[in-house]
């Protein structure tokens, strides 16, 4: 299972655009890149999903290069609603054991 | 939808009392998971099942520690004997199907605590 990396902690001020930066070198050939949103006292929420390129929703985006060694998710003009544990996971192509890592707190800033 | 749904939010126990744990997961999911979480070792993966079946319990740390899942709508995760380290916030979730593009949906979690 592809291990991940990413920063423990980010600070934002509100309005600004946040880009949390998630390394997976071993990432296998057919496993997709899962970004989720924890808040306090709440299971974590799918935010968003990709598997090469760049993907969009409506609460995020996410970048991924060619070599998907790495991936960003990008949180446009954050608000205080936004500060939250972020969680990127990579797999499982197939298998089931997702691992949650250590995540990235991000707290936004008035 | 209600999404995955757990019961009770909070325990209190005392220890060497036993402690179960509730979820129903989303209607039409075929995979079921039990996390925990705590500080120290963040979101740990207990067990998992498929269609009711537990395909791989080797996160669950001991013999105290037993799931069920008697059918598609409802699953247990029982504590006997509980200990204070058992202190956590258990996490239930479900997912439509077992490829990798298939999100994890997640309850809101019981927190237990073992006095």
């Known amino acids: 299972l592809a291990k991940t990396t990413q920063p423990i902690s980010m600070d934002s001020y509100e309005g600004q655009e946040v880009n949390i930066t998630c390394s997976h070198n071993?990432?296998?050939?057919?496993?997709?890149i899962t970004w989720y949103q924890q808040f306090p006292s709440q299971g974590p929420r799918f935010i968003i999903q990709?598997?090469?390129t760049k993907v969009t929703n409506e609460v995020a985006s996410l970048f991924i290069p060619a070599d998907r060694k790495s991936s960003t998710l990008s949180l446009p003009r954050v608000s205080l609603s936004d500060t939250a544990v972020y969680y990127c996971?990579?797999?499982?192509?197939?298998?089931?054991?997702?691992?949650f890592g250590t995540g990235t707190k991000l707290q936004v800033i008035p | 939808d209600a999404g995955v749904i757990q019961s009770p939010r909070h325990e209190v126990t005392e220890m060497g009392q036993e402690v179960t744990l509730r979820c129903k997961p989303i209607?039409?999911?075929?995979?079921l998971f039990w996390y925990r979480q705590t500080m120290m070792r963040g979101l740990e993966l207990l067990i998992y099942?498929?269609?009711?079946?537990?395909?791989?319990d080797s996160g669950m740390p001991e013999d105290r520690f037993s799931a069920k899942m008697p059918n598609a709508s409802f699953s247990t995760l029982k504590i006997q004997p509980s200990e204070p380290r058992d202190s956590a916030v258990y996490f239930c979730?479900?997912?439509?199907?077992?490829?990798?593009?298939?999100?994890?949906?997640f309850g809101n979690g019981t927190r237990l605590t073992v006095t």
């Open positions: 071993n990432i296998a050939t057919n496993d997709y």
């Open positions: 996971l990579v797999g499982d192509g197939g298998y089931q054991k997702v691992t």
């Open positions: 099942f498929n269609n009711n079946v537990p395909i791989d």
């Open positions: 990709g598997y090469k």
């Open positions: 209607s039409g999911h075929d995979y």
């Open positions: 979730a479900s997912r439509l199907e077992g490829g990798g593009g298939s999100p994890l949906h």
